[in-house]
């Protein structure tokens, strides 16, 4: 906790949330798991006494759901498109909803969520396609798609992950 602040970070991750909306409790470890896949301080992240409510989208084979699930959070609903991804994320995520076109999903199709959590596709933004038409081009304007969901569901939390700016629109 710094300030008002609560920070969770691993190498690639870094989360913030409000001191004064949660609580940090600690959690057994998951027993199956290898301890240094774990954070160093098993923590569960709760609000109002129940685990936050995630939306995971664009969410591939579920890297988010499970840095979630370490930190307490509950995945509320998926929103992947390929089949693939999909039956990892079924296989690993049983019984949570899995919604296959982000361009089809409606707030009113989720449950109630407290975190939008996502990383649209880079292709038009990184600095490997020269040809890249930044959030004009059809992969990564999906952006608007997520921040559409985004302000239809207002969520509390997001966390967005994609490669740097580079300089296209």
């Known amino acids: 906790t710094t300030g008002d602040k609560i920070q969770v ?10 001191a004064k909306l949660l609580s940090i409790a600690p959690v057994e470890r998951n027993r199956g798991a290898s301890a240094d896949k774990l954070p160093s301080e098993s923590t569960k992240i709760v609000h109002a006494d129940r685990p936050l409510a995630v939306l995971d989208l664009f969410s591939g084979i579920g890297v988010f759901g499970l840095a979630s699930r370490n930190l307490g959070l509950e995945t509320a609903a998926f929103c992947e498109i390929d089949p693939f991804r999909q039956k ?5 995520f049983p019984g949570v909803p899995i919604h296959p076109d982000i361009t089809q999903l409606k707030a009113a199709d989720l449950p109630p969520v407290d975190c939008v959590f996502g990383g649209f596709p880079c292709t038009d ?4 396609n020269t040809k890249g038409r930044g959030l004009k081009g059809d992969r990564s304007g999906l952006w608007f798609e997520m921040l559409r969901l985004i302000t239809e569901i207002n969520p509390t939390h997001v966390v967005i992950e994609n490669v740097p700016p580079t300089g296209t629109d």
């Open 9 to 18: 970070e691993s190498e690639n991750l870094r989360l913030a949330f409000p």
């Open 88 to 92: 990892v994320l079924q296989k690993n």
């Open 125 to 128: 933004l990184s600095n490997a």
